[in-house]
Nanobody, 121 residues
């Protein structure tokens, strides 16, 4: 199983980026995004449950970020709009074999390599 994340980069505050994460090897019930800023713990950003069709967001990104999935391609996306300097972090995609909200790191079985997002002020 591999998760390949892409789409990070440098953007000015107020700008947008779209992250992608392609999973290979099997399908997953829940896929999500986490982020980790320097000196901070990894934190939940967004998750998508295939079974329930539900999505979950951290309060800090609600209304600005949108998670979506292309189940046929086993890919999850994170559209990030109105980016702020505090969104700067390494973003990781993750995949869980079994159901759950996906808001906790322990729910996930596989992790991608991370992609850097830097938002300048």
């Amino acid at each position: 199983v591999q998760l390949q994340a892409s789409g990070g980069g440098l953007v000015q505050a107020g700008g947008s980026l779209r992250l992608s994460c392609a999973a290979s090897g099997r399908t997953f019930s829940t896929m999500g995004w986490f982020r980790q800023a320097p000196g901070k713990e990894r934190e939940f950003v967004a998750a998508s449950s295939w079974f329930s069709g539900s999505t979950y967001y951290a309060d800090s990104v609600k209304g600005r970020f949108t998670i979506s999935r292309d189940n046929a391609k086993n890919t999850v996306f994170l559209q990030m709009n109105s980016l702020k300097p505090e969104d700067t972090a390494v973003y990781y995609c993750a995949a869980a074999k079994y159901g759950g909200s996906g808001v906790r790191t322990v729910e996930y079985d596989y992790w991608g390599q991370g992609t850097q997002v830097t938002v300048s002020s």
